[in-house]
């Protein structure tokens, strides 16, 4: 049972436009969220994080959102540029699983 | 060298062989992470090893050894495997052992296993 869900596996936009990636999780423990970015031949890099105390957190064009009582989490990248196309993953933690749980990722392509 | 390093970057082998997968972090870390990513699948989280010592093992099958001699290195043994054990296979690590999942982790860049 997948506990982290990105229902999209690609996504692409147009450079200048936003960028929504979303993730949806089940285990109501979870209370540490992040998302990491993947480039082809390099392994996942950190990306941005927000904790279930609060509903957002916003490092340069990048901006996570979380909606707990709907279990929801979605990352937006305003604007995109070409650079930005890679996997994003989202992942999560919490509650007695200090675990990360990764969802499959979802492919961004940012078209010049 | 930075970061996180991981060799080979790809690997076949026979279900017969016997081999290692190494990873070494630059990174001054006390937490180090294998993951395995199989085609379509999420990242599995295998084994955790905090300060040298494993305190995760995340019911993977014996086949699969690892070892952490120092905090700067960690190794994956593999022996007998099956070929549904082709993935990549990615190390990590963080900065505290007491923070294990709200450390950034660091990832290095994957070695590509093939078992035939």
């Known amino acids: 049972d997948q506990q982290v869900k990105q229902n999209s596996p690609s996504l692409s936009v147009q450079e200048g436009r936003i960028s929504i990636l979303n993730c949806d999780y089940t285990n109501s423990m979870f209370d540490y969220f992040l998302w990491y970015k993947k480039y082809p031949a390099e392994g996942p890099t950190f990306l941005i994080s927000?904790?279930?105390?609060?509903d957002k957190n916003e490092d340069g064009r990048f901006t996570v959102f979380l909606n707990k009582s709907v279990k929801h989490l979605s990352l937006h990248i305003v604007p995109s540029q070409p650079g930005d196309s890679a996997v994003y993953f989202c992942a999560a933690s919490g509650g007695s699983n200090y675990k990360l749980t990764f969802g499959k990722g979802t492919l961004l392509t940012v078209n010049p | 060298e930075t970061g996180v390093t991981q060799t080979p970057r790809h690997l076949v082998m026979g279900m017969t062989n016997k081999k290692s997968l190494k990873c070494e972090q630059h990174?001054?870390?006390?937490?180090m992470y294998w993951y395995k990513q199989s085609a379509k699948k999420p990242l599995e989280l295998m084994f955790v090893y905090s300060l040298e010592e494993r305190v995760e093992n995340n019911s993977v099958p014996s086949r699969f050894s690892p070892e952490c001699p120092n905090s700067s290195h960690l190794f994956l043994h593999l022996h007998t495997l099956q070929p549904e054990d082709s993935a990549l296979y990615l190390c990590a690590s963080s900065q505290e052992a007491a923070h294990l999942y709200t450390d950034t982790q660091y990832f290095g860049p994957g070695t590509r296993l093939t078992v035939l």
């Open positions: 990174l001054g870390h006390n937490a």
């Open positions: 927000i904790s279930s105390i609060k």
